[in-house]
């Protein structure tokens, strides 16, 4: 099992940047394929980004393709997200989620852990 805990969350400007970790803890998160998955009010939990267990693979949800970077260190088990050129409509509660399977997982119901999520606000 493992515990997530996502941080770097705020409310910034349009065209800033952020970045997000989630740190996790219990069995080391290199056991685990890493996404990124963000809820804006009212709407579905939406993928964002996710990264293989090696970190060799990444794969993006379109609407951050080329904006947004996920990267992983397994030395420190701690996953990241760094959003660059955000836009209002990126405003939102980010999670971070641990699957077990292999390969990347796009659908929230692959993945076995999340976190408790860190609110990101960007107003315009």
């Known amino acids: 099992q493992v515990q997530l805990v996502e941080s770097g969350g705020g409310l910034v400007q349009a065209g800033d940047s952020l970045r997000l970790s989630c740190a996790a803890s219990?069995?080391?998160?290199?056991?685990?394929?890493m996404g990124w998955f963000r809820q804006a009010p009212g709407k579905e939990r939406d993928f964002v980004a996710a990264?293989?267990?090696?970190?060799?693979?990444?794969y993006y949800g379109d609407s951050v393709k080329g904006r947004f970077t996920i990267s992983r260190d397994n030395g420190k088990n701690t996953v990241y997200l760094q959003m660059n050129s955000l836009k209002p409509e990126d405003t939102a509660v980010y999670y971070c989620?641990?699957?077990?399977?292999?390969?990347?997982?796009?659908?929230?119901?692959?993945?076995?852990?999340w976190g408790q999520g860190t609110q990101v606000t960007v107003s315009s």
């Open positions: 989620a641990a699957d077990r399977g292999s390969g990347l997982a796009l659908s929230q119901y692959r993945y076995n852990y």
């Open positions: 990264i293989s267990r090696s970190g060799g693979n990444t």
């Open positions: 219990g069995r080391t998160s290199s056991s685990y394929a």
